[in-house]
C-alpha cells in the first residue's frame, strides 16, 4: 500500500488525528511495544476515559489495532494501515530525547493488568 494515493480529506483527517500531542505519544510508545490501557494511564498521567478516547480515535482511522486478551485490550501500530507509510516517517522524525516521552517510558510497568 505505499504507493496508494490518499484523497487531501483522508490525508487531513489523519493528520487533524494524530496532530494531538497525546495521540501522537500513543503512536510514538506503540510504535515498539504492544501496550493495556491500563498500562497507558500510568503512563500518560490521564485518566482511563480520556486514554479511552484517545485510542477510539487512533482506532477509529486504523492507526492502532486492538487485541482482546481476557477482560485487558492491548494496543498497537497497525502497519496494515494506508496511513502507516506516512505516520511511520512521522515518528522517525520525533526525538526519543522528548522530555513527555521519556516520562511516560519512566512509567512503564507501574500499572498491574
Known sequence: MENDKLTMTELTSCLKVIGDPTRFLILKLVEK????????????????????????K????ELITEERREQWRYFSLN????????????????DDQDERYLQAIEREGLASC
Open 33 to 56: 511495544k504492544t501496550y493495556c490501557v491500563c498500562e497507558f494511564v500510568e503512563m500518560l498521567g490521564i485518566s482511563q476515559p480520556a486514554v479511552s478516547q484517545h485510542l477510539r
Open 58 to 61: 487512533l482506532k477509529d482511522l
Open 79 to 94: 502497519s496494515t494501515s494506508p496511513y502507516f507509510p506516512m505516520v511511520r516517517d512521522l515518528l522517525q522524525y520525533s
